[in-house]
């Protein structure tokens, strides 16, 4: 089980556009660092997971204020700002509010100084596109695709952020972590010898089933309003989750996997009941460079112990990949003080978005090999068509989305390439 918190912050030879210091340990302190120019942000995003990181960027810093807000949906957009107004003394004027599929593009024409995208990650792609277009900083949560098509998407703005020197933090709170930084180079000097092979499981029990479909309701805003369902929205368990371990997993041995092949299913999740059309269980081996497996686990069940963990194992011992640091600050806190010094030319630039598209497109590509059955290349598998975003994006009732059926391997909904192997 892994004993301790979460972080972000990558391989900095493979990902050169990360950061300008690849041994540094990227604490910065309260101090004039965080209390520098004022700031401001706009959150793209206003459910649970976007109120808490711009509640932590406020916390962590003075002179940083969220001024903008939008989401698809009119209550979580205004019942944030309702919160802001009650709890924080902050008030967001009415047309500061933005609402509806393309309520990311008022918030970007804005002044604003930097973005959080906290959407289901479906929207990532096209938001963060969007962003780095319109010359803002990015705070973007994880995962940050649900297909092949996004990741490349994501790719080709991240790089381009980084020729603009636009800041860009992922979601990925371990890369923060100190207890896992330090852990990291650690392995990397070879205190735990060779690297022989490694192991990751994500295993809870929240369940969250899909609402009632109201009569009225367009097929997109009901599978938006139950995202946690659908492949497309979400990615399945093992990229909306999963994809922390996955990231640790990445950084530890250097690399992204080279081919996977995987299994699966759904254990409790009969077509019957209101639980979209994703697996709850998904089992993958991954080879890395120079013969390396990582042994892969996610599951979400009922009633069975939960836990989650990511392993390397060495010639000489086993490391949970935080074992041999220090506890720091709170990562969650640690990742919004990293990101505003960054931006602030404060502390250690960082460009996180090839890092968080490879470890998503890492948890992709496990999902479709588990859904297909076949053995997946990454390099091949990059260059396939695997599209799942809607054309249609909008709220119409004439705008039709059906569900694609539960996969069942043998028979994928979309084709994509495999190796030879």
């Not at 001024?67 to 698809?72: E, K, M, N, Q, R």
């Not at 029990?205 to 997109?220: F, W």
């Not at 409790?268 to 697996?279: A, Q």
């Amino acid at each position: 089980m892994e004993k301790k918190r979460h972080f972000s912050r990558r391989d900095f030879l493979r990902t050169a556009a990360l950061t300008t210091a690849a041994t540094a340990v990227p604490f910065i302190r309260v101090g004039k660092a965080e209390e520098a120019e004022p700031l401001k942000f706009a959150l793209i995003g206003c459910g649970g997971r976007g109120r808490g990181a711009a509640l932590q960027a406020m916390e962590v810093a003075k002179n940083v204020t969220v001024t903008v807000l939008a989401d698809a949906f009119q209550e979580r957009a205004k019942g944030f700002q309702k919160q802001l107004r009650s709890e924080k003394g902050l008030e967001i004027p009415d047309e500061m509010v933005f609402v509806g599929v393309d309520a990311y593009k008022k918030a970007l024409a804005t002044d604003v100084d930097y973005v959080m995208l906290a959407t289901p990650p479906c929207w990532r792609p096209i938001h963060f596109e969007a962003a780095v277009n319109a010359k803002k900083h990015v705070f973007a949560e994880k995962p940050v695709a649900t297909d092949v098509v996004g990741v490349r998407k994501f790719i080709a703005a991240a790089k381009k952020a980084g020729q603009l020197k636009l800041s860009v933090v992922a979601g990925t709170q371990r890369r923060h972590d100190s207890s896992y930084i330090e852990t990291i180079k650690k392995i990397h000097d070879g205190d735990i010898g060779k690297i022989r092979a490694a192991r990751s499981h994500c295993f809870t029990a929240e369940i969250i089933l899909m609402s009632s479909r109201p009569e009225g309701m367009s097929d997109l805003e009901w599978q938006l309003r139950n995202w946690y369902g659908f492949a497309w929205t979400c990615g399945d368990r093992n990229v909306s989750n999963h994809v922390h371990e996955l990231d640790v997993i990445n950084w530890a041995l250097g690399s992204h996997p080279i081919s996977v092949v995987a299994g699966g299913g759904r254990a409790w999740k009969t077509p019957e009941e209101r639980l979209g059309n994703i697996w709850d269980s998904i089992c993958c081996d991954y080879e890395y460079p120079n013969g390396v497996h990582l042994c892969s686990l996610t599951r979400q069940w009922f009633n069975v112990p939960e836990g989650r963990g990511a392993y390397v194992v060495g010639a000489k011992r086993e490391s949970d990949c935080c074992d041999m640091g220090r506890q720091g600050r709170n990562p969650y806190h640690q990742e919004q003080a990293n990101l505003i010094a960054s931006i602030r030319g404060a502390g250690p630039y960082y460009n996180e978005g090839v890092q968080i598209a490879e470890s998503t497109m890492t948890a992709i590509i496990g999902r479709e090999a588990a859904y297909t059955g076949k053995r997946l290349n990454w390099d091949e598998f990059m260059k396939s068509d695997l599209d799942l975003m809607p054309k249609n994006l909008s709220f119409d009732l004439d705008a039709k989305n059906p569900v694609r059926p539960i996969p069942r391997p043998g028979m994928p909904a979309i084709p994509v390439p495999t190796s030879s192997k």
